[in-house]
């Protein structure tokens, strides 16, 4: 059974940067686009990116200057850096696998709360 | 970038009604890339529709999709209790990848 574990740090300070990594367990890992996901308390979800096995990347325009996506094929690992952060991006962060040409996400992490505060 | 305006925001209805939601695009979805998702409190969403009109694999018949251009509609035949949630349409016919605000179907 393929599964999406995700983990990093869930409290942050204004100015930090938000580090995630999502391991994807069984199925293939070059099939698909592996992607980050947010979704604020009580609002909607907001596409941060994605990444494919060879490392090709596409970024939110909105969240561009400040996000980098990373993989590590040979752990079969994605990762989520987001610099400079302030209290706006409080959310909940999902993994998510992306199937290539119909693009829809068929696959979930359980997601992170990442609170930024002083 | 396409922006999606979901309405109506909230739907209030008994179990055994109809519901009617409707995801319309401020630019044309390329080849039906539109997709349905129902998440419940706590939980990851829920494929239910990909190509505007396919049901996911394990999604009861009550669901269905259409649409195409700009103006989508997922409907729910007869509620289910299970059914009330909060559903989000999604495209990927042009990046960036967007999703719509979600309409809460609540029960009246």
């Known amino acids: 059974q393929v599964q999406l574990q995700q983990w990093g740090a869930g409290l942050l300070k204004p100015s930090e940067t938000l580090s995630l990594t999502c391991a994807v367990y069984g199925g293939s890992f070059s099939a698909y686009y592996w992607t980050w996901i947010r979704q604020p308390p009580g609002k909607g979800l907001e596409w941060i990116g994605e990444i494919n096995h060879s490392g090709s990347t596409n970024y939110n325009p909105s969240l561009k200057s400040r996000v980098t996506i990373s993989v590590d094929t040979s752990k079969n690992q994605f990762s989520l850096k987001l610099s400079s952060v302030t209290a706006a991006d409080t959310a909940v962060y999902s993994c998510?696998?992306?199937?290539?040409?119909?693009?829809?996400?068929?696959?979930w992490g359980r997601g992170t709360l990442v609170t930024v505060s002083s | 970038e396409i922006v999606l305006t979901q309405s109506p925001g909230t739907l209030s209805l008994s179990p055994g009604e109809r519901a009617t939601l409707s995801c319309r695009a401020s630019?044309?979805?390329?080849?039906?890339?539109l997709v349905w998702y129902q998440q419940k409190p706590g939980q990851a969403p829920r494929l239910l529709i990909y190509?505007?009109?396919s049901r996911a694999t394990g999604i009861p018949d009550r669901f269905s999709g259409s649409g195409s251009g700009t103006d989508f509609t997922l409907t729910i035949s007869r509620l289910e209790p299970e059914d009330f949630a909060v559903y989000y349409c999604?495209?990927?016919?042009?990046?960036?990848?967007?999703f719509g605000g979600g309409t809460k179907v609540e029960i009246k």
């Open positions: 190509g505007a009109s």
């Open positions: 998510a696998r992306l199937l290539t040409g119909d693009w829809y996400f068929d696959l």
């Open positions: 999604q495209q990927y016919g042009s990046s960036p990848l967007t």
């Open positions: 630019q044309s979805v390329r080849s039906s890339y």
